[in-house]
């Protein structure tokens, strides 16, 4: 098992690196759809084309106890949300906006707080609920809530990515106490590989370049956007490193503009400005506080 160390900045540095990634890969989900391939040919893509950079990273490494776990069963809990998860997410995507889909899925940060305190007993002040909240408050500005007809269904499925990826980070920061990082990750994709592959005979067809290309970068961006995100909950509790999460939406906006041609209103300004400065804040907090308060 991998010795927990309590180094906030590097948790917030690497789930600044994973949200990256994330968005990424939501850009990638929405060139896949667009090229014609379906919901569950992108999560079999997303399986498939993680698992060789993930056994790279494995292999690279001089520890080699990876492949062994104590908990099978976690594991298998963990793939199988993690499968619902991204069915759930990747749907929404192909129904809604990149940015409206971006910003439904900043529910996360708020169910996992919660859960964090109700399961793991983590501390959590004031400070980090306001800024939980205060980066919440600039993604409403930036998806003016009610002035699109966004379909409900894209809604829901938003909805439930987020709870799931909520649930998905108190699971890991669980994991976390007797598993380590490379054993989270690798058993993760090797469950994932195990369901997708048979459905991969049945559901994937030929696509062009660009098709393939997309799906390639689905896996690839998705394997390290896990890497990241997994890596940063052995080193800060969840409630620290999720408002990092809300850079997905600054990134979105970054590639909604430049792949898309999509102008940010000033209202989308602001409120990235606000997500900004949440983070930032939880950033500062941590440089000066190197100890978490138990519980």
């Known amino acids: ?29 929405k060139f896949g759809h667009a090229t014609g391939s379906s919901p569950i040919e992108i999560v079999i893509a997303r399986a498939l084309f993680a698992l060789p950079l993930v056994l790279a990273w494995v292999g690279a490494t001089p520890q080699k106890q990876a492949w062994r776990t104590k908990r099978p069963w976690a594991h298998v809990w963990r793939a199988a949300l993690g499968l619902t998860v991204m069915a ?36 959590i002040g004031w400070h980090r609920w306001s800024a939980v909240l205060f980066g919440f408050l600039g993604i409403l500005i930036v998806t003016q809530p009610g002035q699109a007809n966004l379909p409900m269904q894209g809604i829901i499925l938003a909805i439930l990515a987020a709870l799931g990826t909520g649930a998905l980070a108190v699971t890991i920061r669980k994991l976390g106490e007797t598993e380590t990082t490379q054993t989270s990750v690798l058993w993760f994709t090797l469950l994932t590989v195990a369901v997708m592959l048979p459905a991969a005979a049945f559901y994937l067809r030929p696509h062009d370049l660009w098709g393939w290309s997309a799906l390639v970068m689905i896996g690839l961006s998705g ?8 890596a940063s909950l052995r080193f800060a509790p969840v409630s620290v490193v999720m408002p990092f999460d809300y850079m997905q939406m600054l990134w979105a906006l970054v590639f909604g503009w430049y792949l898309f041609s999509q102008y940010p209103p000033p209202s989308t300004l602001i409120g990235g400005g606000i997500i900004l400065v949440s983070g930032f804040y939880i950033f500062n907090r941590e440089r000066g506080n190197k100890v978490a308060k138990p519980a």
């Open 223 to 230: 394997a390290l956007a896990q890497i990241f995100h997994t």
């Open 88 to 123: 759930a997410g990747y749907t929404a995507l192909r129904d809604l906006p990149l940015t409206e889909a971006s910003a439904i899925s900043f529910a996360a940060p708020v169910f996992a707080v919660i859960l964090s305190a109700l399961i793991l007993k983590e501390w």
């Open 1 to 29: 098992m991998e010795e927990r160390t309590h180094k906030p900045l590097l948790g917030i540095l690497l789930r600044a690196c994973s949200a990256f990634c994330f968005a990424l890969m939501a850009v990638a989900v």
